[in-house]
């Protein structure tokens, strides 16, 4: 792990910190992280490629870092928004990392289910700007990373899917996906998406409104710098203000009921019968494979 969660930013030869330069002048910076890399131009719009192959799973390790490089971001006073994307063809993300939650001990799902809402709370409640350029397959937690960005753009091909598919597994979404899943695309599309599992090809998702836009796929990045230059256009007080307003009902009842969550997930994922269909599931996809 390259990022670290305080201190001075260093500017030396290799991997270097996210920072400011002396006299307060921001300065391009890269943070080489073995999951993700992070990139802060001038423009002061970073740009966090997830790099986790094969399928850039939110494994433990993977969250932890991506919680420390938003930190890193919304301290910075030269970061106003960010745009996260994939350095994998095909995949955005693949979701939390079902390893994770198969065959460990309750210390471990309690280690690894706080670290997936800290995640959530850092990103969903970031006051930069958060672009998702979606370039590949998204499902689950991967559905839950992109929802929780202020915008969404698609690659456009059909190939390419994203949702909540948690029921597929036999497992259930939390409470705060479904509030963000919700505050998206509203109640009755979130009831219907959520119960079958559905993935959604990415033309589905845009006419659902699961993402915002689709653009060719050469297009992507470009798309979501020129959208990040418009939400940037606003004054950051009224932007950050307003989004607290419309995001904070749902930020505050996890935050509420965070250690009850805990206790629920480490209940529900130590059942035999969902260990049963975790395992079910990691075979299917190796079967699927071969
Ligand atoms: C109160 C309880 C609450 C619980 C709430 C839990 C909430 C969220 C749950 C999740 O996020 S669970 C994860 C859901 N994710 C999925 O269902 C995606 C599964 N994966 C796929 O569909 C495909 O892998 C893909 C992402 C479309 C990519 O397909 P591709 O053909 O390119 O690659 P594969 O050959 O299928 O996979 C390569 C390799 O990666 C392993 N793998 C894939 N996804 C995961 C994962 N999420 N976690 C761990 N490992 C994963 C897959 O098994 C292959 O492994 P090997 O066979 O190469 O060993």
């Not at 400011?20 to 966090?48: D, K, N």
């Not at 971001?73 to 063809?89: D, H, M, Q, Y």
């Not at 991967?142 to 456009?156: H, W």
């Amino acid at each position: 792990m390259l990022l670290s969660g305080s201190g001075k930013p260093q500017f030396g030869e290799g991997n270097r910190e996210v920072g400011e330069a002396p006299l307060g002048r921001p300065v391009w910076a890269a943070v080489g992280g073995s999951l993700m890399s992070l990139c802060l131009p001038f423009t002061g719009v970073a740009t966090m490629k997830f790099k986790s192959p094969p399928v850039n799973s939110l494994s433990l390790e993977f969250l932890t870092e991506f919680s420390i490089s938003l930190e890193k971001l919304e301290n910075n006073r030269a970061c106003r928004g960010v745009i996260i994307t994939s350095t994998l063809p095909k995949i955005f993300s693949s979701g939390l990392d079902i390893t994770e939650m198969c065959g460990k001990s309750m210390e471990h799902y309690t280690e690894f289910w706080r670290a997936v809402q800290e995640m959530w709370l850092r990103l969903y409640g970031s006051n930069m700007v958060t672009v998702a350029a979606v370039n590949g397959s998204s499902p689950a937690g991967g559905c839950l990373v992109a929802m929780s960005c202020d915008y969404r753009i698609m690659a456009e091909n059909p190939k390419f899917s994203i949702g909540l598919n948690e029921a597929q597994l036999g497992i259930v979404a939390p409470f705060w996906f479904k509030d963000t899943f919700v505050n998206v695309v509203g109640h009755r599309i979130a009831e219907r998406s959520l119960q079958l599992g559905s993935l959604h090809p990415a033309p589905e998702a845009h006419k659902l409104g699961l993402v915002d836009e689709l653009v060719p796929e050469e297009k992507l990045m470009e798309r979501a710098a020129a959208v990040m230059a418009q939400w940037l256009a606003l004054p950051d007080h009224a932007r950050q203000l307003t989004k607290t307003m419309m995001r904070k009902a749902v930020l505050d009842r996890l935050v509420a009921h965070r250690e009850e969550d805990i206790k629920n997930f480490v209940t529900f994922v130590s059942k035999e019968s969902i260990q049963k269909s975790l395992r079910m599931y990691m075979e299917m996809l190796k079967k699927r494979k071969s």
